[in-house]
Structures are given as C-alpha cells and as structure tokens.
C-alpha cells in the first residue's frame, strides 16, 4: 500500500535524485508548486478516487498525514 | 440536477471574431522570472492570446462575428426576432448590452433583447434558453451571442491567473427546422463555492473605492492585485471539476442514449490543456474527437466552446455531426448539453 502510494507521488512530483520517505514534509521538495499540487489532485482522485477538499489539503504537511487521509477517505 | 429536451431546434451557422492583437505567452510580463513563465506557459499549454485593445468591449466583437454570419448566410435583418448577449463584461451597468446591439445591427423592434450573466457555462446556458424560446413557435430566427474581455479583469501580477485569459465573441444563428430532432441539456449550480472564482469588489456590495482600486501582496507567493481583479483557488476549481464534470458529462451522454463512440466532438470549456486532456483520458475519450484551441486563444470564458468550435471545426461539420457541449466556471456554474449539427455553416474567423 505505502510503497505504491510512494511510487505515485514520485511520479507525480518527478522526484529523481533521491529517496523520498513518508516523514517528508512534500511543500518543501523543490519540485513542489502550484501545478505539481493540481497534478497531485488529479493522480489521487485517479488512483484512489479521493478529492480533497483545499481547505483540509492545506492542514496536511507529511506524506504520511496525507496517506492517512486518503486511507480515511477510502474506508468511510 | 435539471435535465431538459428540446425538438427541431438547431444552430443553423456561427462565427467568431477575435482582436487582431496577439499576446506572446512567453513574453507577456517581465514581472516573473523568464524561466518561471516559462515553466508555467509551458504546463497550462497556452502560447497565445488575443487581447481587445482600449476602448474595444465583448459587444464590438460580437457586433464583428453577427456581421460576418448575416452576411455570409444572407440572413434578411427582420427574420431576426430574439436577440441574446451573454457575458459578464458588458459594455454599460445599465442599459444592457443587447439592447445597444439590436439597435448597433440595426435590428427591428419587435425584437426581445436581454443579457445573461454567466461565466465558463454561460455558452450551454445561453443555448438553451434560446432553444425554449424558439421551441414556443413564437420566433423566426434567434442571434445568440456570447463576448468576453476577460483578459481585462485579471491582475497582470498574480501568477494565478497573469497567464490564462484571452479576449473573442461570437454569434450563432439558432433556427427550427425537423431535421435538428431531439437535443438535450443539464444545467447545475453550486452556489456555496461562490469564492472560488470571484471579484470581491465594483459591485453593490462593495462599491469602487480608493481602497479597492489599490495593489496588494494578497499571498505568501507575493503575487500582487486589487479588490476589483479576478482571483481564481485553482486547486479547489480542479477539486470541483473532478467532481462534477465528468459525472455531468457521462449523465447527459446516458440520457441522449449515446456512448463515446455515437458521438462526433466534445468540445469543453478552454481552462488550460492540462485539464482539458485530464477530464479527456478520465472520460476514456478519443483525442481527436476533443478539439481544442486554447494553445491559441487562451481561456476566453463562455466563448470558449463557440470559439473551439468556429477555429477548429470550419471544415469538419458536413453532414450530421452529433455534439456534446460542456461549460463550467465562475458560480460555480456548470451545464452540458448533447445536440445535433446539420451543415452547420461556420463563418471564417473574423480579426478586428
């Protein structure tokens, strides 16, 4: 599950130098800006067939608290 | 949801008319960095814009477009009963524009004149009012036409929006006749996400000020505008249309009892390409039934669909050509419409 849920964001955010790890704080990769964010929207809904709300999305600061919402948002 | 039909009501010609001032996306601003604006032209997909210079509104443009069409399709003015002007940059607060219009193409007047204010959706919106009126029998021809300045209402400062807007008009003849047969339309409203795509100030509720006409860093980004120009939450706009659009889209393709495959062109409003290609892989359409001309023209807002459809599709529409429509913006407000085109006759595009 995480390990698929990484590859995603890798590609999403075309991270190719290094590892990312769910402890990342993702608004601060370099390749993070407004259209790696719609590009992110668009694979999650895609993926798991989850919109986040902005207002929320804005709260969520780690790969793992974002995981954990889509997760949230699967099981309800 | 309200899902409505129609019966023998059809565009019978349209045609479009932008300004001849043409916007290098790349070259626009030397307020960002050259490598930033090139980084996000590249990514909205949008090359180039035409902007209306000073003193040109919407309605010279559609006044241009409904020229071109009535003499291209030797219209006689007096068949011409129903006049409708969508936009959301109209020339006066009051009278409104389609009225000056009915008397600029020297129209009679028995004609019914009156404006809708709508954003992206107001093309589908517009049509399908003019297709109730015209399905009473009461009225000969109809001249639907749709204008935009939009590239006027957006700070050339805030990278949001600096990039994405483009000026055009058009104009649709809209006729009965049998062979149009059945169409059918969706139209919805969401009120509660009214901030997403707004101008906060220059209305009633908070007249023009010194205030509001004064440039402010309004976020941590440092991009810079006023209270009086447009601002867009473009995450929570793709949010929204993730939602609502392809399931708008596939309910209206069910209720004509049509499939991808019974279908000619899908022609969406223009935001930028990235959405417009994602909304056609997530409806599994084929590319080359999704026309598209915002590398072009930019968003130009409700004259989006009519332009794509004028610039891209002059030489494609002999015959019966079956056509899904969908608008959806500013409101936000969104509606999709399936109807049929028969030899629908499509203007060169007009450049003033």
Same mark, same amino acid.
């Given at each position: 599950m995480e390990s698929k849920y990484l590859e995603m964001i890798n590609e999403v955010l075309e991270v190719e130098d290094r590892t990312i790890t769910m402890? &990342?704080?993702?608004?601060?990769?370099?390749?993070? &800006?407004s259209l790696a964010h719609l590009s992110l929207i668009a694979e999650v809904d895609d993926t798991y067939n989850v919109v986040i709300e902005d207002n929320v999305f804005k709260q969520l600061k780690t790969l793992q608290e974002l995981f954990d919402e889509i997760q949230k948002r699967i099981n309800a | 949801m309200s899902n409505i039909s129609f019966k023998n009501i059809g565009i019978s010609g349209m045609s479009a008319a932008v300004p001849k001032n043409t916007i290098d996306n790349y070259n626009y601003t030397e307020f960002f960095p050259k490598e930033d604006v090139k980084e996000i032209v590249d990514k909205i997909g949008i090359k180039e814009r035409r902007f209306a210079p000073d003193g040109m509104c919407a309605s010279d443009l559609c006044f241009a477009a409904a020229e071109q069409l009535i003499n291209d399709l030797n219209i006689e003015k007096e068949e011409i009963d129903l006049l409708v002007f969508v936009s959301q940059t109209p020339d006066y607060r009051m009278p409104a524009t389609s009225i000056t219009l009915q008397h600029r193409l020297g129209l009679g007047k028995n004609v019914a004149a009156f404006d809708i204010s709508l954003g992206c959706s107001a093309f589908v919106y517009g049509l399908s009012i003019v297709y109730g009126l015209m399905q009473t029998g009461g009225f000969r021809k109809a001249l639907l036409l749709d204008g935009e300045t939009r590239s006027r209402i957006y700070s050339p400062k805030d990278r949001k929006t600096a990039f994405l807007f483009g000026d055009g008009g058009v104009a649709a003849i809209i006729e009965q006749n049998e062979k149009f047969g059945e169409c059918y339309f969706s139209l919805n409203s969401d009120g509660s996400l009214a901030d997403l795509i707004k101008i906060d100030a220059g209305g009633y509720r908070t007249p023009s000020s010194i205030d509001t006409l004064t440039e402010k860093v309004v976020d941590d980004y440092g991009n810079i505008r006023t209270d009086e120009h447009g601002y867009m939450n473009g995450a929570d706009v793709f949010n929204f249309v993730l939602k609502e659009i392809p399931k708008n889209f596939k309910s209206v393709l069910a209720l004509s009892n049509n499939t991808n495959e019974t279908i000619d062109f899908n022609i969406f409003h223009q935001a930028n390409a990235y959405m417009n290609s994602y909304l056609a892989k997530k409806l599994k359409l084929d590319k080359t039934r999704v026309p598209s001309c915002i590398e072009q023209f930019g968003n130009t807002s409700s004259v989006s669909i009519p332009l794509t459809i004028v610039s891209q599709l002059q030489n494609q529409l002999q015959g019966s050509k079956k056509m899904m429509l969908c608008g959806f913006g500013v409101g936000m407000s969104w509606a999709t419409a399936q109807i049929k085109f028969e030899d629908c006759f499509i203007s060169d595009l007009v450049e003033i």
């Open positions: 402890e &990342d704080v993702f608004r601060d990769f370099e390749e993070w &800006d | -």
